[in-house]
């Protein structure tokens, strides 16, 4: 070893902790400048979830003089309980024979009478009827002990379900068609995105307006188009209506954000790789499915989850156009979390409802994720 190599290392070693020092004061202002952002998350996300948890267990009201007590999962009984009803036809005491109604149905006992203190039947106190289905003669009961809670899980996932889909696919159609070189299309692409940029509050007001069953615009234009065949219809009053009308209004809102977001994905695929499967003779389905749609695929798995999440969180549509209504038809768990932990200021049951919501948008999203994964 020459005496030059020996003196490089030895400045090597007399610089190291220098940088080393270096490095530990970086890596602190690093940690400063973010601390205000961690401070903000920790105090209006993780907090208040491990509030959120802790109260679920107990009997906390918002206001209450009455001490808060530990109740251990008797929310969480409260919001799942589930059970099956199994109901008879009555029977005639002479002939024997199932009696019948004005009708011609079958007649059956009141889901009450089992329901209210009835000691014979005690698995079923204080639950109510879901929905019933008939098997045979025999009318099988669905019962709950929180009605509204489930038919607010019915209809989120139902919303998910159509919207999911449904935006995503309208919103690849119109990246696809914005997605050319022709006069005007910047004109189009900011048309299509304007509804994204207006608040859902205002968005949900005006279409309130849309829907209104006297003087609403869309009665107005299908009586129009049907020269006064079409009866107006209560969009939102109707409890087979209301949320097909949030439905539609949601997906106009929103469809442009994703639109972006297919657009910048469609810009990324090389044009090479077009003209090499026109080279190959592919038609236009066979370059949508063998270059097109694998070169999206970090797009639609992004969509897809953002989609999911935004959808799972509806609320502000119902409440300012539905309430919940009509009939619980479009009620779901983040307004009863609302309307429970605030409006009737039961702290403890719109806990558990945030709880056990969140667990069940985990499981969702860790299901996408095993669907999407890389194979």
């Keep these: 070893m020459t005496t030059t190599d020996v003196s490089t290392i030895t400045e090597i070693q007399r610089s190291a902790p220098q940088r080393s020092s270096a490095q530990r004061q970086e890596g602190f202002i690093g940690w400063l400048m973010a601390a205000p952002a961690i401070l903000l998350l920790f105090g209006f996300f993780i907090l ?7 109260f679920s267990f107990t009997n906390q009201r918002l206001i209450s003089p009455n001490p808060t007590e530990w109740v251990g999962l008797r929310n969480f009984e409260r919001l799942l309980s589930v059970n099956v009803l199994p109901l008879e036809p009555i029977l005639d005491e002479t002939t024997g024979a199932p009696l019948l109604d004005d009708e011609g149905n079958l007649t059956y006992p009141r889901v009450r009478e089992f329901t209210r203190n009835n000691p014979d039947y005690p698995q079923y106190d204080g639950m109510q009827e879901w929905f019933a289905v008939t098997i045979g003669d025999t009318r099988q009961t669905i019962l709950a002990s929180d009605v509204v809670f489930m038919k607010s899980l019915v209809n989120v996932f139902y919303f998910v379900v159509v ?3 449904v935006q995503s696919g309208l919103a690849l159609l119109l990246a696809i068609l914005v997605n050319q070189n022709f006069r005007g299309v910047n004109l189009f692409r900011t048309i299509y995105f304007i509804p994204v940029v207006v608040s859902m509050v205002i968005v949900s007001l005006l279409w309130r307006f849309i829907y209104d069953p006297a003087n609403g615009l869309l009665n107005n234009m299908l009586s129009a188009l049907t020269f006064g065949g079409f009866e107006p219809v209560d969009w939102l009053g109707n409890p087979s209506t209301s949320m097909p009308a949030i439905l539609g209004m949601s997906i106009w ?7 972006i977001i297919w657009l910048a994905g469609l810009q990324t695929i090389p044009g090479v ?4 499967a026109e080279v190959a003779g592919a038609n236009n389905w066979q370059k949508f499915r063998y270059v097109t749609w694998p070169g999206l695929r970090n797009s639609y798995i992004f969509i897809l989850i953002t989609i999911t999440i935004a959808a799972f969180g509806l609320f502000i549509q119902i409440n300012e156009m539905t309430r919940g209504g009509p009939l619980d038809s479009t009620q779901t768990p983040i307004f009863q979390m609302m309307i429970r932990g605030y409006e009737k200021q039961d702290i403890a049951m719109g806990s558990a409802i945030a ?7 985990v499981i969702v999203a860790l299901v996408q994720r095993y669907l999407t994964r890389e194979d």
């Design 163 to 165: 919207v999911v889909p």
């Design 355 to 361: 709880v056990v919501f969140f667990i069940i948008v």
């Design 48 to 54: 208040p979830f491990i509030m959120a948890f802790y």
């Design 253 to 259: 809102q929103a469809v442009g954000f994703h639109m």
């Design 273 to 276: 790789l077009y003209e090499a």
